[in-house]
């Protein structure tokens, strides 16, 4: 018998291109991919409603010369909107109410995320249970040409919980938009009474792992290393 001990040989995969991704990449990928098609699918349909409600003969589409460009300015809409149209107001959410400081604050909270993670430097966090988290840095503005660095931290968790959110919100918007052609959509009141539901589900979920949201807008995590 030969002593010689055998070459050790290792196998090396060389990615074929830039989206030959390892498995643990695609997953985080595919997260952020999935969570800003959401987000342009959001903002389209908001843009919808502002467009459609601009064409009424109401004071606040008359004194609206030029429609809102940024979301704080879409969002100020929307709700003006629904203080101005009691019609908007007869289809509730799962306690047949309209709370519309929560849609404001739940559309700066999914916003808020959007934008760290389009605009921000990424970084990935790999964690031992199979889970991720997006750490991102960016600059903001303070004010005129003053800006500082702001860091961001967002696990998986969290941007199921805002990818309810925009379910939500959209469900919300459709019926609107419905109720401006006239009609009232019991189907999408129902969706939005199951989306809320859901959507809190998942709120109480993540405050149970101790996950503070903050709902001025920003996330952050005190508990675990996420």
């Known amino acids: 018998?030969?002593?010689?001990?055998?070459?050790?040989?290792?196998?090396?995969?060389?990615?074929?291109?830039?989206?030959?991704?390892?498995?643990?990449?695609?997953?985080?990928?595919?997260?952020?991919?999935?969570?800003?098609?959401?987000?342009?699918?959001?903002e389209n349909i908001l843009d919808k409603f502002i467009?459609?409600?601009?064409?009424?003969?109401?004071?606040?589409?008359?004194?609206?010369?030029?429609f809102p460009v940024n979301?704080?300015?879409?969002?100020?809409?929307l709700i003006k909107a629904y203080l101005e149209n009691r019609n908007l107001r007869t289809c509730g959410d799962a306690d047949?109410?309209?709370n519309l400081n929560s849609i404001g604050y739940l559309m700066d909270e999914v916003w808020e995320a959007r934008n760290h993670l389009i605009h921000g430097r990424l970084y990935l966090s790999r964690h031992k249970d199979?889970?991720?988290?997006?750490n991102s840095t960016r600059y903001t503005?303070?004010?005129?040409?003053?800006?500082?660095?702001?860091?961001?931290?967002i696990s998986r968790s969290a941007i199921?919980?805002?990818?309810?959110?925009?379910?939500?919100?959209?469900?919300?918007?459709?019926?609107?938009?419905?109720?401006?052609?006239?009609?009232?959509?019991k189907k999408e009141a129902d969706?939005?009474?199951?989306?809320?539901?859901a959507f809190r589900e998942r709120r109480r979920n993540l405050l149970d792992e101790g996950r503070h949201i903050d709902t001025g807008g920003l996330m952050r995590f005190f508990a675990g290393d996420t």
């Open 141 to 153: 503005r303070v004010i005129r040409n003053e800006y500082e660095e702001v860091a961001y931290k």
């Open 160 to 185: 199921v919980h805002l990818l309810g959110g925009i379910s939500y919100l959209k469900a919300f918007l459709r019926t609107g938009l419905e109720i401006l052609d006239g009609g009232y959509p």
């Open 96 to 98: 047949d109410k309209i």
């Open 1 to 42: 018998m030969s002593d010689v001990t055998p070459a050790l040989q290792v196998s090396i995969k060389f990615p074929k291109d830039a989206l030959d991704l390892s498995e643990t990449d695609e997953k985080m990928y595919a997260a952020l991919g999935y969570f800003t098609t959401q987000c342009a699918g959001l």
């Open 51 to 66: 467009f459609t409600y601009g064409k009424l003969k109401t004071p606040l589409a008359r004194g609206t010369r030029i």
């Open 130 to 134: 199979g889970d991720f988290s997006f």
């Open 191 to 197: 969706e939005i009474r199951r989306n809320q539901a």
């Open 71 to 77: 979301m704080k300015e879409k969002t100020e809409f």
